[in-house]
């Protein structure tokens, strides 16, 4: 059971707009930034998202992260055949004093 | 650029220990701004955040693995090292190092290409 809860599967056609919610708690997504991960199969997780909203270089801007209170949400816009792959959100816990992760969204392009 | 490299048994029996060192190039694991850290994903299943270790050698770990798992850092070879103790079939995982930046808030930016433990005797 994961500390940070997300949908385990999301999907859509070439060109739509797929969002993705991570839902946590005070203690961690409340009071801390929110990290977002995409794994493609068979390989290493690649950092998609930091501080709720910022993207990496390199990284798309059809990718977009926000936070609300304790929850937060990734949004890919016009959607790609390449991002079929496995989304995670992840946080600082202050209870756990550690790192945490959602269980993964698999995103499945139509 | 950095690059990270996990390597060690791909095969530890139960009870026994796992150890694995991850190789950092490209970049000290000295900088004062970087938590080298570990996660595993068992088969099919999702990301577990193990640990961290600061180069002055103050640790973190999940509170789950805590009395079985230590990590610790050499910075004459650039590298870090996991162990885990008394694993059993549930530590079947792939283990990936990862650099973690909690200071910037930046995430864990770079990921080794990750190796797979499997417990069985």
């Known amino acids: 059971q994961s500390v940070l809860t997300q949908p385990p599967s999301a999907s859509g056609t070439p060109g739509q707009r797929v969002t993705i919610s991570c839902s946590g708690s005070?203690?961690?997504?409340?009071?801390?930034?929110v990290y977002w991960y995409q794994q493609l199969p068979g390989t290493a997780p690649k950092l998609l998202i930091y501080?709720?909203?910022q993207r990496p270089s390199g990284v798309p801007d059809r990718f977009s992260g926000s936070k609300s209170g304790t929850s937060a949400s990734l949004a890919i816009s016009g959607l790609r055949s390449e991002d079929e792959a496995d989304y995670y959100c992840?946080?600082?816990?202050?209870?756990?004093?550690?790192?945490?992760f959602g269980g993964g969204t698999k995103v499945t392009v139509l | 650029q950095v690059q990270l490299q996990e390597s060690g048994p791909g095969l530890v029996k139960p009870s026994e220990t796992l150890s694995l060192t991850c190789t950092v190039s490209?970049?000290?694991?000295?900088?004062?701004?970087?938590?080298w850290s570990w996660i595993r994903q068992p088969p099919g299943k999702g990301l577990e955040w193990i640990g961290y270790?600061?180069?002055?050698?103050?640790?973190s770990y999940n509170p789950s693995l805590k009395s079985r798992v230590s990590i610790s850092v050499d910075t004459s070879k650039n590298q870090f090292s996991l162990k885990l103790t008394s694993v059993t079939a549930a530590d079947t995982a792939v283990y990936y190092c990862?650099?973690?930046?909690?200071?910037?808030?930046?995430?864990?930016?770079?990921w080794g290409q990750g190796t797979l433990v499997t417990v069985s005797s």
């Open positions: 990862a650099r973690d930046n909690l200071d910037t808030a930046t995430g864990f930016d770079y």
């Open positions: 490209g970049v000290s694991v000295r900088s004062g701004t970087y938590y």
């Open positions: 270790i600061y180069y002055r050698g103050t640790t």
């Open positions: 005070n203690s961690n997504i409340g009071s801390n930034y």
């Open positions: 501080r709720n909203n």
């Open positions: 992840a946080a600082w816990d202050d209870s756990l004093s550690g790192r945490v």
